[in-house]
C-alpha cells in the first residue's frame, strides 16, 4: 500500500529529471561546442519523435483512427491552437538554448503560470486570492531581477532571453487551451499535438532557410542519442507517466511540483561548466518559489471544491 501512495510521486520525480534534461540536452548539442544541431532542427526532431512514441501508446491501447477522429472531431479548432503553441513553444526553447544556458531557458520558461494567472483572472473569472497575489508578486519580481542579471551578466544574450520569453509565452497559452479541452482522451489530445506541431515546425524551418540562416545537423551518437532521449523519453515517456500521476493525483495537484523542472536544469548548468552568478540564482529561486505559491494555491483551491 505505501508503494502505491509513492508511486505516483515517484513518476512525478522523473518526470521532473527527464524535462529538466531536455533543456541540458538541448544546451549541450546546439549550444556547446562543438555544435551538433541547430535548435530549431532539435524542435523538429523532439516532437516528431515524440509523436511517433504516443502513436505507439495509442496501438497498444487499441485506439483505432475512427475512435481518434471521433475523439477530437468536438475540440479541432482548440487542439490546432494548442499544436500551434506547442510548436512555437519547443521552437523557442530550443533556439534559446543555442544562446543562453539550460538553467537560463528553464527558468525563464517555467515563469508561464503567471501569464496563465492573469488569464485566468481577467477571462475566466477565477479568485485572487491573498496566495495568488503574493506568488505572482514574487514571480514577477524575482522574473524580472532573474532578467535583469542574465542582460548585464551575459552581453549578447539579449536574442536567447527574447527566444525563451517566446517560449515561455506559447507554453502560457497551451496551457491555456487545456483549460478548453477538459473532457477529451488526454493520450489522443497529445498525440494529435505532437503530429499536429511536427508538421507546424516545417514552415518555420523554411523561413530560416529562406533568411539564409545555416542549419546544422552533424549526425553522431551524442546526437542520436540526444534526440532519442528527448523524443521518446521526454516528449513519450514523460507524458505517460504524467498522466498516469495525474488520474491519481489530480491535474492541480500533479502540475503543483513542476516548479521544480528548473533546479535540475540548472543542476546541469554546473555540469556543462556555465554555473549562474549568485545574484542570478537567488533572483531564479525567488521567480521559482512565486510560481510555487501559485500552483500550490491553485491546488488548494481544487482540494475544497473537490471536498
Do not use: C
Given at each position: 500500500?505505501?508503494?502505491?501512495?509513492?508511486?505516483?510521486?515517484?513518476?512525478?520525480?522523473?518526470?521532473?529529471?527527464?524535462?529538466?534534461?531536455?533543456?541540458?540536452?538541448?544546451?549541450?548539442?546546439?549550444?556547446?561546442?562543438?555544435?551538433?544541431?541547430?535548435?530549431?532542427?532539435?524542435?523538429l526532431f523532439r516532437y516528431s519523435l515524440g509523436g511517433f512514441t504516443m502513436i505507439a501508446v495509442l496501438a497498444?491501447?487499441?485506439?483505432?483512427?475512427?475512435?481518434?477522429?471521433?475523439?477530437?472531431?468536438?475540440?479541432?479548432?482548440?487542439?490546432?491552437?494548442?499544436?500551434?503553441?506547442?510548436?512555437?513553444?519547443?521552437?523557442g526553447t530550443h533556439t534559446s538554448t543555442e544562446f543562453v544556458s539550460s538553467g537560463t531557458t528553464s527558468i525563464?520558461?517555467?515563469?508561464?503560470?503567471?501569464?496563465?494567472?492573469?488569464?485566468?483572472?481577467?477571462?475566466?473569472?477565477?479568485?485572487?486570492?491573498?496566495?495568488?497575489?503574493?506568488?505572482?508578486?514574487?514571480?514577477?519580481?524575482?522574473?524580472?531581477?532573474?532578467?535583469?542579471?542574465?542582460?548585464?551578466?551575459?552581453?549578447?544574450?539579449?536574442?536567447?532571453?527574447?527566444?525563451?520569453?517566446?517560449?515561455?509565452?506559447?507554453?502560457?497559452?497551451?496551457?491555456?487551451?487545456?483549460?478548453?479541452?477538459?473532457?477529451?482522451?488526454?493520450?489522443?489530445?497529445?498525440?494529435?499535438?505532437?503530429?499536429?506541431?511536427?508538421?507546424?515546425?516545417?514552415?518555420?524551418?523554411?523561413?530560416?532557410?529562406?533568411?539564409?540562416?545555416?542549419?546544422?545537423?552533424?549526425?553522431?551518437?551524442?546526437?542520436?542519442?540526444?534526440?532519442?532521449?528527448?523524443?521518446?523519453?521526454?516528449?513519450?515517456?514523460?507524458?505517460?507517466?504524467?498522466?498516469?500521476?495525474?488520474?491519481?493525483?489530480?491535474?492541480?495537484?500533479?502540475?503543483?511540483?513542476?516548479?521544480?523542472?528548473?533546479?535540475?536544469?540548472?543542476?546541469?548548468?554546473?555540469?556543462?561548466?556555465?554555473?549562474?552568478?549568485?545574484?542570478?540564482?537567488?533572483?531564479?529561486?525567488?521567480?521559482?518559489?512565486?510560481?510555487?505559491?501559485?500552483?500550490?494555491?491553485?491546488?488548494?483551491?481544487?482540494?475544497?471544491?473537490?471536498?
Open positions: 500500500m505505501l508503494v502505491n501512495r509513492r508511486r505516483p510521486y515517484l513518476m512525478l520525480g522523473t518526470i521532473i529529471v527527464l524535462w529538466g534534461l531536455n533543456f541540458i540536452v538541448s544546451r549541450f548539442l546546439s549550444g556547446i561546442e562543438p555544435i551538433r544541431v541547430s535548435g530549431i532542427i532539435f524542435a497498444v491501447q487499441r485506439t483505432g483512427v475512427n475512435a481518434i477522429k471521433e475523439e477530437i472531431r468536438p475540440y479541432r479548432r482548440m487542439l490546432l491552437l494548442s499544436a500551434f503553441f506547442s510548436a512555437l513553444f519547443v521552437i525563464i520558461v517555467n515563469l508561464s503560470p503567471m501569464i496563465v494567472l492573469l488569464f485566468g483572472v481577467l477571462f475566466l473569472s477565477e479568485k485572487a486570492t491573498p496566495l495568488k497575489v503574493l506568488g505572482f508578486l514574487l514571480g514577477l519580481s524575482g522574473g524580472l531581477l532573474f532578467l535583469w542579471t542574465r542582460i548585464v551578466f551575459l552581453p549578447g544574450a539579449e536574442l536567447g532571453i527574447a527566444l525563451a520569453l517566446l517560449g515561455m509565452m506559447a507554453w502560457a497559452g497551451y496551457t491555456v487551451t487545456l483549460h478548453y479541452l477538459e473532457g477529451a482522451n488526454r493520450y489522443v489530445v497529445m498525440t494529435v499535438k505532437h503530429v499536429t506541431a511536427s508538421i507546424m515546425i516545417l514552415p518555420f524551418i523554411l523561413l530560416v532557410v529562406l533568411d539564409g540562416t545555416p542549419l546544422i545537423l552533424v549526425w553522431d551518437l551524442y546526437t542520436i542519442a540526444g534526440f532519442l532521449f528527448s523524443g521518446v523519453l521526454g516528449s513519450g515517456l514523460a507524458y505517460v507517466l504524467y498522466f498516469s500521476a495525474i488520474e491519481v493525483l489530480g491535474a492541480a495537484r500533479a502540475s503543483s511540483f513542476l516548479f521544480l523542472v528548473p533546479f535540475v536544469s540548472l543542476a546541469g548548468d554546473y555540469v556543462l561548466g556555465e554555473p549562474p552568478e549568485v545574484v542570478a540564482l537567488v533572483a531564479g529561486v525567488i521567480a521559482l518559489v512565486g510560481v510555487a505559491l501559485v500552483k500550490l494555491s491553485e491546488t488548494g483551491e481544487r482540494l475544497t471544491v473537490d471536498d
